[in-house]
């Protein structure tokens, strides 16, 4: 009897070609909604300072929201695989980070930062894994590090124009810091809008656990594609070392106006860092859809280390600039890539929940790494934290080429 061929795999379904908008739109979104979070961000360690706080209630204020935040990472991830529907909790996510964020034109005391800080960065963690996985869905596999890359370029067009209002609004105020934050309530308003109104849902299908198993399936091992590969776990230790070594760019802020650098200038600051960032960001995610994602991630981590050290050792302002240049350099190269990588890696069955336990350990080690940073700038001075940053990121940056 003649051999019977192979049977042919099955291709996956066609994508709708109405998801492709997705892509654009949440890039808009994160547009919007960066220029409000970016507003606030780099004139809030001056408010902080202006409440009588110093860099060691800094870090207690960034690191507890984003490690209260990093909680919320994970139950959106878990409810991203059980719910058909993923845009709800990314609209949900923008609403409460946008209307919070105003509120901090009333606070008069440190711990209601903190507390409006937790509020806005939950909202921040609970839309991101559906906000990733959506993105996954509305796109071909072999265009995801470009699609993460546009969102990522467009998410720092917005923090280009964050930055740059701020200094506006803060030059044209006698240094009125509430009013920024007050603003801030316009473009997270369009960006609200934006994915209420014109985002289409991705998912639709029941999802895979919601069906009761029959009496006879009852034993029957949980499938495959819902666990997570050996190599997410490997990645997954290399962010959290990685996290520890990234306190909250605050303390950047910090140390430039401890060099010389005016407040009002430090939202330029941001200008400088999310140029390099959002021009950068397209390109290298598409040159890891040919390339290894791995090398670009560990190369951007090596220059983090770099530009880190030379925080701690630099004594004139002069420096700083050119080195916030390079940290944006290092987010390019990163933070697109490393979505891009987690969404290959794993099956889309456990998609959001890898998403929420990567974001989750990133912010989580937030804590340990704000803490620790502003106790030891306390302590020792500004070189150590930055130092030990660096020597922590070398780390990282090889467990990430050996995965």
Known sequence: MAEQPPEATVPPPPLDPRLRRNVPLLGFTALFNDTASEMAYW???YFITLLGAGPALLGVIEGGA???ASLVRVFSGYLTDRQPRRKPLVVAGYLVANLVKPLLGWATAWPQVLALRVADRG????RGAPRDVMISESVDRAKLGAAFGLRQALDSAGAILGPALAYWI???????VRLVFWLAAIPGGIA??????????TGGAAPAVAKRPAAEEVRAPAAPAAAFPAAFYQLLAAVALFGIANFSDMFLILRAQQLGISPAGAPLLGLVFNAVFAGLSYPFGGLSDRWRRKWLIGSGYLLFAWVYWSFGVIHRAAWVWPLFAIYGLYQAMSAGVLSALVAETVGPQARGRAFGWVASVAGGTALAASVLAGWLWHRAGPALPFELAAVLAVIAAGLIFAL
Request: no cysteine; aromatic share 12%.
């Open 192 to 201: 609200v809008a934006l994915a209420w109104g014109w985002l289409r849902e």
């Open 123 to 126: 909202g921040k963690g609970f």
């Open 170 to 176: 803060m030059a044209r105020s006698a240094h009125n």
């Open 66 to 68: 984003e490690s209260a």
């Open 43 to 45: 004139v809030l360690p």
